[in-house]
Nanobody, 120 residues
Framework: EVRLVESGGALVQPGGSLKLSCEGS????????LMWVRQAPGKGLEWVST???????SDAESMKGRFTISRDSAKKTLYLQMNNLEPEDTAVYYC??????????????WGKGTLVTVSS
């Protein structure tokens, strides 16, 4: 059974930093692409960042320079380092696994999400 379990969400002040983690199990971690997606209150899903098998990453424009996706295959864990957080970053952040290893790959598994709240 494939499982993705996020952690690390919290209340943080604007300008602060937070590191999210996503522990995977039930699949060969790193073989397929992995992606972070978020959903702000009352809004739709928004792509955040993707990492492929090779380690190549891609970030949404509004997150470039602030967010960094990475993974530790030995620990079967995906990370999202978030710096200089803004109130607009408030959202539930989901860890997802892609079907395959392409930028256009569809998502086949989702975690339950972790809530990040940016507020003073």
């Amino acid at each position: 059974e494939v499982r993705l379990v996020e952690s690390g969400g919290a209340l943080v002040q604007p300008g602060g930093s937070l590191k999210l983690s996503c522990e995977g199990s039930g699949f060969v971690f790193g073989d397929d692409g992995l992606m972070w997606v978020r959903q702000a209150p009352g809004k739709g899903l928004e792509w955040v960042s993707t990492i492929l098998r090779s380690g190549i990453t891609s970030d949404a424009e509004s997150m470039k320079g602030r967010f960094t996706i990475s993974r530790d295959s030995a620990k079967k864990t995906l990370y999202l380092q978030m710096n200089n957080l803004e109130p607009e970053d408030t959202a539930v952040y989901y860890c997802t696994k892609l079907i395959g290893n392409y930028w256009s790959s569809a998502v086949d598994y989702w975690g339950k999400g972790t809530l990040v709240t940016v507020s003073s």
